[in-house]
């Protein structure tokens, strides 16, 4: 019965690997968004999608490809990845947009070798 | 962007109230949120605030937003050690994506 679900939970790989990472939520919700929490545990926006349109796409390095099959799956691949990408990513969802409740994820925590 | 600043930390002995505070520099923000986050998990609602209240009870929970001076607050009524976790603050206007505050860590001490 989980609402936001994430896979994997945790993602150890090397340097200059692609690697995704999955999200489903059984919501029903129409809006979907990846966050990046860093080591200081600060949480930053990344990508947003409504109705599986590409709404918000920030100052992100363009190795990171967001794909939304349906309403209720986003997907993050990385390409090449780095040292820093290392941090935990989070799903998000919500009905409808402008300042809806957003239902968070468990979250990936990725670690780059 | 706009900014949510919070106090990194707070440390608060069992059965007191904790009080964790958060400004914001949006002044069309619509919606205030306070999340909680336990170690190794993921962020959980506690509750939020419409701008047009001042105050929201829930439970041993209490928020109080002051408009004015862009200033939102979170009491904890008679804290356990459980509630010991990160305490994130964050607005939503217009926008899409929500602005966080980089978290208080909240310490409980028997």
């Known amino acids: 019965d989980t609402a936001v679900s994430q896979t994997p939970k945790y993602l150890v790989t090397q340097m200059g690997n692609d690697k995704s990472i999955k999200c489903e939520q059984n919501?029903?919700?129409?809006?979907m968004y990846w966050y990046k929490q860093d080591s200081k545990k600060f949480l930053k926006i990344m990508f947003s999608y409504n109705n599986k349109e590409l709404i918000i796409n920030e100052t992100v390095p363009n190795r990171f490809s967001p794909k939304s099959p349906d309403k209720a799956h986003l997907n993050l691949h990385i390409n090449s990845l780095e040292l820093g990408d290392s941090a935990v990513y989070f799903c998000?969802?919500?009905?409808?947009?402008?300042?809806?409740?957003?239902?968070f994820g468990p979250g990936t925590r990725l670690l780059v070798l | 962007g706009e900014d949510v600043e919070q106090s990194l930390f707070l440390s608060v002995r069992e059965g007191d109230s904790s009080v964790i505070n958060c400004t914001y520099t949006d002044s069309s923000s619509t919606y205030l949120y306070w999340y909680k986050q336990e170690p190794g998990a993921g962020l959980q609602l506690l509750t939020y605030?419409?701008?047009?209240?001042d105050m929201k009870q829930d439970q041993r929970l209490t928020v109080l937003l002051n408009k004015k001076d862009k200033h939102l607050s979170l009491r904890i009524a008679d804290t356990q050690t459980g509630d010991s976790a990160i305490y994130f603050c964050a607005e939503s206007n217009s926008g899409y994506a929500l602005n966080f505050g980089k978290g208080t860590s909240l310490l409980v001490t028997p």
């Open positions: 605030i419409f701008s047009n209240m």
């Open positions: 998000a969802s919500s009905q409808g947009l402008a300042g809806q409740t957003q239902y």
């Open positions: 919501l029903g919700h129409d809006t």
